[in-house]
């Protein structure tokens, strides 16, 4: 809350394909320059949001640690590293009814217009559920 | 011969042709009549003869009557007895054929005569009375003779005929007579020797006549006969008769019987009588049929000339028609085509030279129309060609006026040229001074370019000292641009640092608000360092740029420096040959000079030629003045032949167009 009584947020801004992103400050646990290395537990941003095969370049792949409540690894590499910035979550604007369904079954839970641009706020928590849920059904 | 046709020939052309065929025809036709009317007349005069010797021959056969009469009343007279024919009968016989046919033969007075002379039958056997009967048988003697040479039967053609007639008229009347004579005279010999005297002397004389008659009368039978073989029968059986009577009479004679002597000598007078009789019928046959085969020749003559008189008649009238077809078809073509009118035909079937100047007609008036077809089409030419040449000569004229004002402008542009001729002279002197001197400055050039070729040789060194150090701050750029790599590096990593300090500080709540504001700050400086070593990237990479141009550009300069000093090698060797190009340039600036002053001299020729040519410009200006006004003339000329060519008609079957085949213009 802020001095005027409206909830804030921080939100870690990034770009990834020239699509700008932002996350919960609160779910990052750190931030890494991506040397090219390789884990199970290290996964390429446009992958876990379903690009598909689209060809997308990082210009500075950086590397986020998500902050897990069960303490498990999970670290997405995004590109490059905007902002962190303060908002309110009245500026918050959500999905329209018709694409929310789809929007939070990737992971995205609303828009946040910042100086002209439209941030799609990810919130990895989920990304990370729904991949829990999804290898536990392949038995995995 | 030319001469002797002329008269006709100039009576031939004041005529037409109708009236030359008439002409021609007429005395192609007259000598056709006039032989026709020579032989039918000639055939006529014959005929005409023959009947009148006919006539003759009856006249004689009247006048044998009478004689035999006669002798028939003498015997009466001496012997006694009447005489079986009567002389008046006789008389008033030869009466009736006088009033018949006497006067044609022209015997009215000789037979008025003879009646006088008639002797008197009752005057008895006197002597007187005998010598009467023979005076009057001598003139009936005469008189046969005269019928016989006026009925022509003395000029007989014929041979049988002849002789016939001879027969009748000159022996057998005379032996009637002399036989008669004798048997008188044989009767007296009974009178006693005194009587026999005289009378035997007679009798011997009469009797040596009668052998001779009969001998003569015999040859005239015989010729006859043998050149008629058809009357041969019918006058040698009155003969044969004739002879034997004859013979029994000279028997008679000779044996001096009174009787036998009368009877025998009656005998022997009818004998002669009767063969005259029966002689003149065959005379007379014989000059009928020469009548009829003279008409008949005089018919078939007739026949003949009129048939060849209507055939001359027949094709000269059809020889008229068709000559006149031909000329009248010949005539017509001609008068049309000499009215202008050359799509005539002249139709003619005949081949013959009409008809083949028909022929030739046709094709020399088609030979005609092409060649006015073709003078009209050469005519359109002429005129058009004569119209074209007109303006041609007018232009030319024009243009002959230009070029003599032309050439007179020439003519003092070149005195202008000849005076300037005088001034290049001059020049030219100048231009060898010129040339001495540029000589003088090409060998000076020369070593200059010697000097500046060593100067660019150090250019080009020095420039190549420049290059080297230029590529060496190339080198010392990038290196630059490696150290600011790494302090990129270490901004972005300050900037993640800052990032995760920011994360802490957020993270940190309330309590880590100020290291947040100072996290932020660390950021922006990281940001600002991110900045300028972009910007002195972007700087590096410009003069990384700019080292490269520049060393490009010196490498370049230092080709073109290295050219430089070729061409500056090539200019010392060109100088070199100038200085020889130059020395060759004084000596022609020299030859120019004396060319010069030989062209002044030329070009006052020339300004005297072109005076010439001025004249002979204007000469030319007046012959195309002249010129023109024939081809005036022509054009007219042609316009008068192609009015003329459109006179005549030369249009095709069914076509009707003018000479010149378009309408005329």
Known sequence: ?140 | MKLLLRPAKQLMNSLTYSRKMFVAGIFLCIPTLLLAYFLVTNIYEQITFSARERIGVRYAASLDSLLQAVIDSRYAAVWGGKPRIPVDQALAGLAEVDSALGVELGMGESFKTLKTKLPDPRGGATLQTIGAHDTFAAELLEMKVQVADRSNLTLDPDIPSYYLMDALITKLPPLAETVSRAAIVASRLSGGPESQVGNRAELLLLSGGINTLVDALKKDIRTAAGADAKIRDRIQKPLLELETAMAAFQRELKGQRTVGLTRSGMEATDAVFRAASQLSPVLDELLGSRISALQLKMSVYLSLSLVAFLLGIYFNLACYLSVKEGISAVHDAARKVSSGDLTVEARLSSKDEIGETCGMFNTMTENLRRIIVTLAEVTEKIHANSGAIASTMDQQSGFATQLSSSVVEISSTMEEFSSTASQIALHSQAVVERADKTLEDTKNGAAEVENLTFKVNDISGTIQANLSEIVELGRKSKEINKVMEIINNIANQTKLIAFNAALEAASAGESGKRFGVVAVEIRRLADSVVESTSEIEGKITEILDAVNRLVMSSEKSFQLIQEGQDYASHTVVMLIESVDGVEETTSAARQISLSTQQQQIASSQVVLALKDIEQGVRFSTDSIHRTNGVTEELFNLSEQLRDLVMTFKVGREGEQETASGVEPR
């Open chain 1, 1 to 140: 809350m802020n001095d005027q009584g409206e909830t804030v947020l921080n939100l870690l801004l990034f770009s990834v394909g020239g699509v700008y992103f932002g996350i919960d400050s609160e779910q990052a646990a750190g931030i890494n320059a991506y040397q090219g290395e390789e884990a199970g537990d290290l996964f390429w941003f446009h992958n876990e949001m379903g690009f598909g095969d689209a060809t997308v370049k990082y210009l500075s792949p950086t590397v986020i640690t998500i902050r897990c409540p069960d303490g498990q690894p999970y670290r997405v590499i995004i590109d490059l590293m905007e902002d962190i910035r303060e908002i309110t979550a009245t500026a918050i604007l959500p999905f329209p009814p018709l694409l929310e369904p789809f929007a939070l079954r990737k992971g995205m839970w609303g828009v946040l217009p910042v100086e002209g641009r439209m941030v799609l706020l990810v919130d990895f928590m989920r990304i990370l559920r729904e991949k829990r849920v999804v290898a536990a059904r392949h038995g995995g």
